[in-house]
């Protein structure tokens, strides 16, 4: 199964993704984490990333195609995917479905998790991330146990640059511009599903399951 979850930054995609992960036994692939994951071993690639993702910008089509393509072809993909954060262009997602082409495989569901804009800038500049695990809370719509360190492994949590509030309102003009035109090329191939991102985290979770069934 491969299955594309589509949004604007802040909708909840990471965090239904590790939801969804676990029930359907599918591998998450999320091109944010692999950028982040370039830019802390310092790789070629993920010097190059920065400089668009520290302006809240799009990293160049080629780039990401190369990555999540590569990425794809590795033996835990076989089991079926999650992919979050791509694609997130017209040419990503005809790149998209001509490597899947190549495999004899298609996307089954494009999962659209819809929130309106002023939720999102609130939702993006209150996000912690645990600098361990990766995992993400809110410090007011979903806050850890306690303040600061996370619950899973006891990690410091910390504040992503590109949510700090400008470089977020630049993030959301991208997506609006850019990716949201996406949404058409996967409802014009009766695979897109959209659900209502502003209900609470396991409402939206169960809304995913329904649009599978
Ligand atoms: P990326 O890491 O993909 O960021 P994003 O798409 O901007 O998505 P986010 O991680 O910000 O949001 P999310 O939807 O996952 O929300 P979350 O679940 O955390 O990309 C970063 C950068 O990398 C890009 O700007 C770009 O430069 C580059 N890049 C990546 N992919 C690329 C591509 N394909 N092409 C080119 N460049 C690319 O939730 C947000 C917050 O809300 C959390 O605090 C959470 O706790 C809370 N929350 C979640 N659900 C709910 C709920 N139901 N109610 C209340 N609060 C909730």
């Known amino acids: ?13 990471g965090t239904q993704s590790e939801l969804l992960q676990e029930s359907l036994g599918l591998l998450h692939i999320s091109s944010g984490d692999l950028l982040r994951d370039h830019r802390r071993r310092g790789t070629e690639l993920g010097e190059v990333a920065n400089e668009y993702m520290k302006k809240g910008e799009l990293v160049p089509d080629d780039l990401i195609i190369n990555m999540i393509v590569d990425r794809l072809a590795a033996p835990d993909a076989a089991r079926g995917v999650l992919l979050d954060g791509f694609p997130r262009t017209l040419p990503q997602a005809a790149a998209l479905d001509d490597a899947l082409d190549l495999k004899h495989q298609r996307v089954n569901a494009a999962l659209y998790i819809n929130v309106h ?10 996000r912690l991330t645990c600098s361990g695990c990766g995992h993400v809370y809110h410090e007011k719509f979903n806050p850890p146990k306690v303040e600061g360190i996370c619950d899973h492994d006891g990690s410091p949590l910390y504040q992503r640059e590109d949510d ?6 630049k993030r959301l003009t991208v997506y609006f511009e850019q990716t949201r035109p996406i949404i058409a090329y996967y409802q014009e191939r009766g695979l897109l599903c959209e659900v209502d991102g502003e209900q609470p985290i396991e409402k939206v979770t169960e809304d995913l399951m329904t649009c599978l069934r």
């Open 1 to 13: 199964m491969i299955l594309i979850f589509l949004g604007a930054p802040g909708a909840g995609k």
């Open 117 to 126: 804009d002023e939720v999102l800038i609130d939702r993006l500049s209150g």
């Open 164 to 169: 700090k509030r400008e470089t977020a309102v």
